[in-house]
């Protein structure tokens, strides 16, 4: 089955600064790869996403790039806020519609 | 901006009672699916439900869990006889698409004693 590895599993950053986080992933025919962010108690929302067809996209701090031959992306958020400290996980999709989920990022963000 | 809702938001029940979880979809979206999540760990995928049956299934989804859409709107997962390792909080998704975003509901808490 598909096989889904994220790191780090935490990440601790000053305000201002940059993250990223990296996704792998095994199923060569995943072609949709989205990012989660989810706040205590909360379900998953989905802040960004990208299709094979692209290697990168940006929206406002955030911003996702795709290596299908290396078979990863990564998530990168520049200018981070408090309001950004969050658990986050990658899920790509492969032919079936399950996402199959990461294991998770816990991004703290230091004032 | 439509959302996808869930009820009740906390369920505790005594092990091996069957249980009903409740989810209204976004209005227009085709695809429906269920998730869960034990405490501390990543979200796993239970089913998929597409044109009015299973379009996939985990290994978790055994014959204890049932999924319905009784009517238009409501989208429900049945456990039949719950276990104490049932406990989790239990998410609905929804999406327009086979291969589209999913929309995640707020969850409900599923505690099994």
């Known amino acids: 089955g598909e096989n889904v590895e994220q790191h780090p599993s935490t990440l601790s950053v000053q305000e201002g600064d940059s993250a990223v986080i990296k996704c792998t992933y095994s199923?060569?025919?995943?072609?949709?790869f989205p990012w989660y962010k989810q706040e205590l108690g909360k379900g998953p929302q989905l802040i960004i996403d990208?299709?094979?067809?692209?290697g990168e996209k940006k929206d406002q701090r955030i911003a996702v790039t795709l290596n299908k031959t290396a078979k990863h992306f990564s998530l990168h958020i520049t200018e981070t806020q408090p309001e950004d400290s969050a658990v986050y996980f990658c899920?790509?999709?492969?032919?079936?519609?399950?996402?199959?989920f990461g294991q998770g990022t816990r991004l703290t963000i230091n004032p | 901006e439509p959302e996808v809702t869930q009820t009740p938001s906390h369920q505790v029940t005594q092990m091996g009672q069957e249980v009903i979880l409740r989810c209204v979809p976004i209005?227009?979206?085709?695809?429906f699916y269920w998730y869960r999540q034990i405490l501390g760990q990543k979200v796993e995928f239970l089913v998929s439900?597409?044109?009015?049956?299973?379009?996939?299934k985990s290994e978790i989804f055994d014959d204890q869990f049932s999924v319905e859409r009784p009517d238009g709107s409501n989208f429900t997962l049945k456990i039949r006889s719950t276990k104490l390792e049932d406990s989790a909080m239990y998410f609905c998704?929804?999406?327009?698409?086979?291969?589209?975003?999913?929309?995640f509901g707020p969850g409900t808490r599923l505690l099994v004693l």
């Open positions: 998704a929804s999406s327009p698409g086979g291969v589209e975003t999913q929309y």
């Open positions: 990208i299709r094979s067809n692209v």
């Open positions: 899920a790509p999709q492969g032919g079936a519609q399950k996402l199959v």
């Open positions: 439900f597409y044109n009015n049956e299973i379009s996939e």
């Open positions: 199923d060569s025919a995943s072609n949709y």
């Open positions: 209005s227009n979206h085709l695809y």
